[in-house]
């Protein structure tokens, strides 16, 4: 593993804030790259908001070289209306990455939490309270792109231990 560095996308989809966060992890090391929200127009007609998601995340993908992305899961609403339109929102934040080319990995919140801060109930404090602890360098991150971030440390996390179960046969 000489250089096992890689540039990974996170993405907390919404339609009316999706955040997003790059991260680069280099082995066991995690280095914040940039973090922001995508916010479409909300007086916008809804296919316009979905293109505003897909045209902002792909130009994020490309102006900061992302080589794999990372998404949320759609978590199930009360109100069926609102889940369907979380969903619009979410397919137009993953096509924008696979269009580039990008692998697109996906988790739920549960997880993200748990790997986060260790606990898979954690609230958005403690996500954002832990993201600043690791990743000192991006400063003060507001939830929507403290939980994109979180998203890209959990991939970060799930692929050092995917890549020492390869190097081990399993036996990590």
């Not at 966060?21 to 280099?26: D, K, L, N």
Request: charged share 20%; with cysteine.
């Amino acid at each position: 593993m000489a250089n096992d560095s890689i540039r990974i996308l996170g993405l907390d989809p919404g339609l009316r804030r999706t955040g997003w966060g790059v991260v680069v992890a280099e082995g066991a090391r995690l280095r914040w790259v940039a973090h922001g929200v995508v916010t479409p127009p909300e007086t916008a007609p809804f296919a316009e908001r979905l293109v505003h998601l897909l045209d902002h995340v792909g130009a994020i993908c490309a102006d900061h070289g992302c080589e794999v992305a990372a998404v949320e899961e759609v978590f199930v609403n009360v109100n069926p209306s609102s889940t369907l339109k979380l969903g619009h929102a979410r397919a137009a934040v993953m096509l924008a990455p696979a269009k580039a080319g990008l692998a697109v990995a996906e988790y739920s919140p549960n997880l993200i939490k748990k790997a986060v801060v260790g606990a898979g109930h954690a609230d958005k404090t403690q996500i954002a309270f832990m993201v600043k602890r690791l990743l000192p360098t991006a400063g003060d991150v507001k939830a929507d792109a403290a939980d994109a971030l979180a998203v890209a440390i959990t991939h970060a996390q799930l692929r050092k231990r995917a890549l020492l179960e390869t190097l081990t046969g399993g036996a990590a």
